[in-house]
């Protein structure tokens, strides 16, 4: 079962940055598109974020121009660099495969306040 592992969440102030990583337990980045999503409390889960094996990425529009999402192949680890973090940014990030058919990881809390 592939198992995934994020960190890199934490309290910053509006207007900061985080980088989020997901280190995944197998090599699946070849053939599945990786995608990050955030859960706001009272919220549904959403995907803000998507990257193709290809390389081609998507965002949702509430944070394009401020998310990138990118990867590292050899270290099976994906990011999520956040800029010009907003307060309705702050929710637990997860990443999953695009369609978000794998186990769930722990996921890891972003709080934008000042």
């Known amino acids: 079962q592939v198992q995934l592992v994020e960190s890199g969440g934490g309290l910053v102030q509006p207007g900061g940055s985080l980088k989020l990583s997901c280190r995944v337990s197998?090599?699946?980045?070849?053939?599945?598109?990786m995608g990050w999503y955030r859960q706001a409390p009272g919220k549904q889960r959403e995907l803000v974020a998507r990257l193709t094996p290809g390389g081609s990425t998507n965002y949702a529009d509430s944070v394009k121009g401020r998310f990138t999402i990118s990867r590292d192949n050899p270290k099976n680890t994906l990011y999520l660099q956040m800029n010009s973090l907003k307060p309705e940014d702050t929710a637990v990030y997860y990443c999953n495969a695009d369609g978000g058919y794998l186990a769930w990881g722990q996921g890891t809390q972003v709080t934008v306040s000042s």
């Open positions: 197998e090599n699946i980045f070849s053939f599945n598109a």
